[in-house]
């Protein structure tokens, strides 16, 4: 079900919602961001619109994992320019906290095009903070989608051989 969820988040548009202000005050964006800073100098930052010709483009979908026990957050941010690729799987709790399930992806991210892109290699904090979930109608079927701000840090290594290094980043997923 997870290759299913990766894919929809690849090829996939929803129906367009206009920026506004939610229901408790707050601006919706108009792009997706991130910023991840990787010990030893390297940084990802940029941004990536939260519409494609007008419609939406969904970063995280949420579906429950039997199992897991639990919802499974997973998805793809990739900037249109190909440079940069971040890919999550993450358990939610019934608090909607994560955590990097035993099997699956948890986090991963660097170039797009390179096979190696940096993971895990140690304990990971992971603080997920203005969680909110919409359906959105897909192809005359509805899917969870999420928007959220993900804050993480811990040793993580580039490929398979690297070398663990400590990684701090944030991503900031826009409400539809």
């Known amino acids: 079900m997870t290759v299913f969820l990766m894919a929809l988040c ?4 929803c129906s367009k919602d206009s920026d506004k202000n939610d229901d408790n005050g707050t601006t919706t ?8 800073e990787v010990e030893g100098g390297t940084v990802f930052n940029g941004s990536v619109p939260k519409e494609t ?6 970063v995280a979908f949420v579906e429950y994992d039997e199992d897991l026990g639990s919802d499974l957050l997973a998805g793809i941010l990739q900037d249109a320019a190909g440079d940069f ?9 019934s608090n909607n ?3 990097i399930p035993d ?13 190696n892109k940096y993971g895990p290699a140690g304990p990971i ?17 509805e899917a969870r989608v999420a928007s959220f701000t993900l804050q993480f840090s811990g040793l993580f290594k580039l490929g398979q051989s690297g070398d663990p290094v400590n990684v701090t980043g944030e991503i900031v997923v826009a409400k539809p």
Request: without cysteine; charged residues 10%; hydrophobic residues 30%.
């Open 10 to 13: 690849l090829f996939t548009a």
């Open 29 to 36: 964006t108009g792009e997706h961001t991130y910023n991840i």
């Open 53 to 58: 010709a007008g419609y939406y483009y969904p």
């Open 85 to 93: 690729q971040f890919g999550l799987g993450l358990a939610l709790d």
């Open 97 to 99: 906290q994560p955590t």
């Open 103 to 115: 099997t699956g992806i948890g986090l991963t991210f660097g170039q797009r095009n390179s096979q």
């Open 125 to 141: 904090e992971l603080t997920l903070s203005n969680y909110e979930e919409t359906i959105l109608s897909m192809y005359g079927e």
